[in-house]
């Protein structure tokens, strides 16, 4: 479940990224369009980073307890 998560986050990261620069090159939005997708996006790469940290630490503390 929680690599689901992660892939979920992982796409919103790059969907997100690709979105702001593509369209924001190319489609010329609104500001709030813009702000509500790099919004969006920090705070899932904000989350994937906390996320991805978290599972290191837990396989690093399941395999050091073994």
């Known amino acids: 479940m929680i690599w689901f998560f ?3 986050l992982a796409l919103i990261v790059v969907l997100g ?3 702001i620069v593509v369209g924001g090159r190319y489609m010329k939005p609104s500001v709030s369009i813009v702000a ?3 919004a969006v996006t920090a705070v899932s790469w904000v989350t994937l980073i906390v996320v991805s940290i978290s599972l290191v630490v ?3 503390l399941t395999t ?3």
């Open 6 to 8: 992660l892939a979920v």
């Open 17 to 19: 990224s690709a979105a």
């Open 36 to 38: 509500f997708v790099f």
């Open 58 to 60: 837990r396989s690093f």
């Open 64 to 66: 050091a307890s073994l």
